[in-house]
């Protein structure tokens, strides 16, 4: 149409079709995801920029202005603030449950702060992102041109990664719009690889069974997300339903709990907020709400968050119920919402609302179109390379005479010629032979190619196999799925709530309720596992172990210092790991510092009653009411007044009516009923539970008793012995006790000792830290009077410095009853093994 003339249109039909194409342009272009992928264009367009600028995650970061200039220039011909901001929630963590872009600078928050000009910020592709564009130089995806024809640019990526479910979308459209939950990879890979298992009967799986293994959604934020909702006074289960149709609702909420503060005032802790909940806008609420009177009971609001988590505090007045507090905050504010599920995507082109069944098959055909393309470049490629290896071959079989034409022909054109007529060759092939270098005539060369030759048929052979039969093929997307899995997965952050009611709740409701192992390092790092099987610890950990707690979620952690201060933490809000030493330092978790020495750690169930019985290493021993203690607290208390010249070393929990063993590195012990020490305030000192031999004499271990069970003994050069509790009296404490163990003649003193039955495992570290495992059964039973005899051999450089047992946490048989104690569940011996330094 020439510039200046005017055209008479119908202003109806041009409307429609202006408004049309508009339409599909922002459904197809911008908005919505691709099924295979879970992209949208410009995810994808900056992902792929990032690939072909070498931005890989072992490479240096490089500007983000200059990543969206390549954006801008080559795909993506629109706002530079559009491509920016695209770019950021890429790199976001708290946006994405996992990140494809790794950002380096200032990238916004969750608090609402906006990121940094691109100009201050950088970026390169996560390990995530980069595994995304696995194999898309092997001709795996379509390619179509961009906007001015110049360059190429992918359609879909490879996406080794399901990431439409797995970081989920959000996007408005023209007339509709699609909000997919992020989900856990582990729980998404085990779906898909369910589905690959039974593929000969895929139309028979059902939504339940693929529910097995994906709960529902797991948001990067963590919080609650509750199963059943109420409609027209029916429960209903709302992730079955969104799962079922593609389209629901569901309740998310905060997760907060609990802490009392003494003298009837508590504190709120919310540690999780929603999925893109803001939390400055939430505490501006909170404030606002107080302020007008909708909310009561509140003398403090305050935000504690740091780089190890989320902590906002909200402190209560005296004789307020927290729970009541917490009713009108989750009414009231963003601590709790609705979050709209609508799984609509591109599919061929064409947007649809899939559910959950859908969307992991269109993800697996993907993955099998990618898997079918690949092999047959793979073929293509090794094809090729082995019709030239077998043209070498035959010039090196035929070695004279090939160089005798050579020599014989005027130009490169006629020797060619003659190699293809003499020798029944391909052009390719008599092409190769003359770019042959010399150096190639080597023997050890020609074996070279031999070998070559050989794995490239078997590779064909195999690659033909694979594309012939799809049920290896699937098996392959199994095996490369699994890979991904055991490279990214990760605990689950969202809690699934079972029960429906979302308007009672109490304090113990917001918590998680699942078994686990305390993890605790000799250096101070603090863990918690994932799940109650048995704590494996290698014969050379990273980090010695210094206590091993076997614990619930809503149980309590108790940390004592060498000083007397002790800090309380809940079990849950340990951070997850799988080994000892991963994890964080308790300090920053506590307000202790790096310098303060852990000297003692135990678990406290919610419910506990009794007492504490606390032990220095100078033999000083002191009782506190568990109901003195003041919860859970961060912050330092005084547990026990310790003297400049003594440590604490040991707590253990305690029913009241326990008899507790005391040994010495001299090889003494004494038995006595705790009733005999008196119980005493928090800031108190303690009294002598034994006499020591001398000063430089010291406790090694404190244990209740088990009467039916064995003293475990061990020397610092390996030596051991058990005997029967029987063999110890019960006497008066303060005394200097009974002989336990006569120290060999290479020992310089008892190390450690261990209260158990005969399958109690124990646990024994040396000085290079090196450890070993045994049963107590495994070790010599004697009486007193008998010697010790050796369990692992060491030298004068690697001497045994301790022992320590796991001891299973005891059933609370009814939680209303609080008479019920459990037994000690951490370490028996010292942090140092074997006696430790006086400060």
């Not at 954006?71 to 890429?90: C, E, F, I, N, Q």
């Not at 693929?210 to 992730?239: N, Q, S």
């Not at 704590?535 to 950990?541: A, C, H």
């Not at 390996?718 to 006569?742: E, I, W």
Request: glycine share 6%; with cysteine; charged share 25%.
């Amino acid at each position: 149409m020439e510039i200046g003339l005017v055209k008479q249109v119908n202003i109806d039909s041009e409307v429609r079709e202006s408004y049309l194409s508009y339409a599909m342009s922002v459904i197809v272009s911008r908005a919505l995801p691709d099924a295979r992928d879970g992209l949208k264009p410009v995810q994808r367009r900056i992902l792929y920029a990032m690939y072909d600028m070498g931005l890989r995650p072992n490479t240096s970061f490089k500007k983000s202005a200059r990543v969206v200039g390549e954006v801008l220039g080559k795909y993506h011909p629109h706002s530079d603030t559009a491509v920016y901001d695209a770019m950021v929630r890429l790199a976001q963590d708290f946006s994405m449950r996992y990140t494809l872009v790794e950002g380096q600078g200032n990238f916004g928050s969750i608090d609402g702060d906006a990121a940094a000009a691109m100009r201050y910020t950088e970026a390169r592709l996560s390990h995530m992102g980069y595994d995304m564009l696995e194999d898309i130089s092997k001709n795996t995806v379509d390619f179509t041109t961009n906007f001015d024809d110049s360059l190429s640019e992918p359609a879909v990526l490879p996406a080794t990664i399901p990431n439409l479910l797995v970081n989920g979308s959000s996007g408005i459209a023209v007339g509709m719009a699609t909000s997919i939950p992020p989900h856990n990879l582990g729980e998404v890979i085990d779906a898909l690889t369910y589905m690959l298992d039974h593929w000969d009967r895929l139309d028979d799986i059902s939504l339940p069974d693929l529910m097995r293994f994906i709960k529902g959604p797991d948001f990067p934020t963590g919080g609650l997300v509750f199963r059943y909702r109420e409609k027209k006074g029916v429960e209903t289960d709302a992730i079955f339903s969104a799962y079922a149709t593609g389209r629901g609702r569901i309740t998310v909420r905060a997760k907060a709990h609990v802490e009392e503060m003494g003298r009837n005032k508590s504190r709120i802790v919310i540690t999780e907020l929603p999925y893109q909940a803001n939390k400055t806008n939430l505490l501006g609420r909170i404030a606002d709400l107080h302020r007008d009177g909708k909310i009561e009971g509140l003398t403090d609001l305050r935000d504690e968050s740091d780089r190890n988590g989320m902590r906002i505090i909200l402190e209560t007045t005296r004789n307020v119920e927290p729970e009541d507090v917490l009713a009108d905050l989750f009414r009231l504010t963003p601590m709790q919402s609705t979050f709209s599920i609508s799984l609509l995507a591109l599919v061929n082109g064409e947007p649809r609302v899939l559910t959950l069944k859908q969307a992991l098959r269109v993800y697996l055909d993907h993955r099998q179109e990618i898997v079918r393309r690949r092999s047959e470049y793979d073929l293509e490629k090794a094809r090729n390379r082995a019709h030239i290896l077998e043209g070498l071959l035959i010039a090196l079989d035929n070695l004279d005479a090939v160089i005798d034409l050579i020599r014989r022909s005027r130009t490169v054109e006629t020797a060619k010629a003659n190699l293809i007529k003499q020798f029944k060759l391909t052009d390719v092939q008599a092409q190769a032979i003359l770019d042959m270098q010399l150096r190639r005539l080597a023997a050890l060369e020609r074996r070279k190619i031999q070998e070559e030759h050989k794995e490239l048929l078997n590779q064909i052979k195999y690659l033909e196999k694979l594309l012939s039969k799809p049920a290896l093929m699937r098996e392959l997307i199994k095996e490369e799925l699994l890979a991904v899995k055991e490279k990214y997965q990760d605990v689950r952050r969202t809690q699934i709530i079972d029960s429906g009611d979302v308007k009672v709740l109490s304090a113990s409701d917001l918590l998680p309720d699942e078994q686990v192992w305390v993890l605790i390092g000799e250096k101070g790092t603090l863990a918690r596992t994932t799940s109650p099987e048995m704590v494996r610890i290698p014969l050379k950990p990273a980090e010695q172990p210094f206590a091993l707690l076997e614990a619930n979620t809503q149980d309590i952690l108790y940390l004592f210092a060498a000083d007397g201060r002790s800090v309380s933490l809940p079990v849950y809000q340990l951070p997850q790991a799988v080994e000892l030493g991963k994890g964080t330092h308790w300090a920053d978790l506590t307000g202790f510092s790096r310098r303060d020495h852990l000297a003692a750690a135990q678990v406290l169930p919610v419910n506990a009653n009794g007492y504490v019985f606390l032990t220095t290493l100078a033999g000083v021993v002191k009782r506190v009411r568990v109901e003195d203690l003041p919860g859970i607290t961060s912050q330092p208390f005084v547990v026990m007044n310790v003297p400049d010249d003594d440590a604490l070393g040991w707590a253990e929990l305690t029913s009241g009516e326990e008899e507790v063993m005391l040994a010495t590195a001299a090889g003494q012990a004494i038995r006595f009923k705790e009733e005999e020490v008196r119980p005493s305030g928090l800031p108190a000192g303690g009294v002598y539970g034994i006499k020591l031999a001398n000063e430089a004499d010291g406790v090694v271990a404190m244990s209740v008793v088990n009467p039916a069970g064995f003293l475990w003994s061990i020397t610092d050069n390996g030596m051991a012995k058990a005997t029967s509790m029987s063999d110890y009296p019960t006497q008066g404490r303060h005394g200097q006790g009974v002989r336990n163990l006569n120290l060999p003649k290479d020992a310089a003193e008892v190390v450690a000792a261990v209260i158990g039955d005969e399958n109690t495992q124990i646990l024994i570290t040396t000085g290079i830290g090196s450890t070993k495992k045994l049963k107590l059964k495994d070790t010599y039973i004697g009486s007193r009077a008998v010697k010790p005899r050796s369990v692992m051999t060491v030298g004068q450089r690697n001497r045994i410095t301790g022992a320590l047992c796991m001891v299973s946490r005891p059933e609370v048989e009814d939680e209303e009853e609080t008479a019920v104690i459990p037994q000690q569940l951490s370490l028996i011996d010292s942090p140092n093994g074997g006696k430790k330094k006086k400060k």
